[in-house]
């Protein structure tokens, strides 16, 4: 069973940063799909940004790219999301999220089928 934990979050002034990690285990493909998703109060879940592991590309929003960096580290089964340069409207729950077997990778949430517990952003 795919398990995937966040940290990470927490409270943070505009401009600052902070990075999550999701520690993933419960599978043993070497190479898949892995995403960062974000829920603020009232709005739709929303693609972040992903990673193709085992040596694929990388996803942005166009809001957050030049400022959020997504990475893998194979070692330690934990996925990053380094997030500089916050601003209040990056406030919101951001999940991590394993696309579905035989997906591309993509930013539509309807694409992962495994979640994360989620972590709070927030941005004053």
């Known amino acids: 069973q795919v398990q995937l934990v966040e940290s990470g979050g927490g409270s943070v002034q505009a401009g600052g940063s902070l990075r999550l990690s999701c520690t993933h285990s419960?599978?043993?493909?070497?190479?898949?799909?892995m995403g960062w998703f974000r829920q603020a109060p009232g709005k739709q879940r929303e693609g972040v940004a992903g990673v193709s592991t085992g040596g694929g590309g990388t996803y942005y929003a166009d809001s957050v790219k030049g400022r959020f960096t997504i990475s893998h580290d194979a070692a330690k089964n934990t996925v990053y999301l380094q997030m500089n340069s916050l601003k209040p409207e990056d406030t919101a729950m951001y999940y991590c999220?394993?696309?579905?077997?035989?997906?591309?990778?993509?930013?539509?949430?309807?694409?992962?089928?495994?979640w994360g517990q989620g972590t709070q952003v927030t941005v004053s």
């Open positions: 419960g599978y043993t493909s070497s190479r898949h799909c």
């Open positions: 999220a394993k696309a579905r077997p035989g997906y591309a990778c993509s930013l539509q949430p309807a694409a992962f089928g495994s």
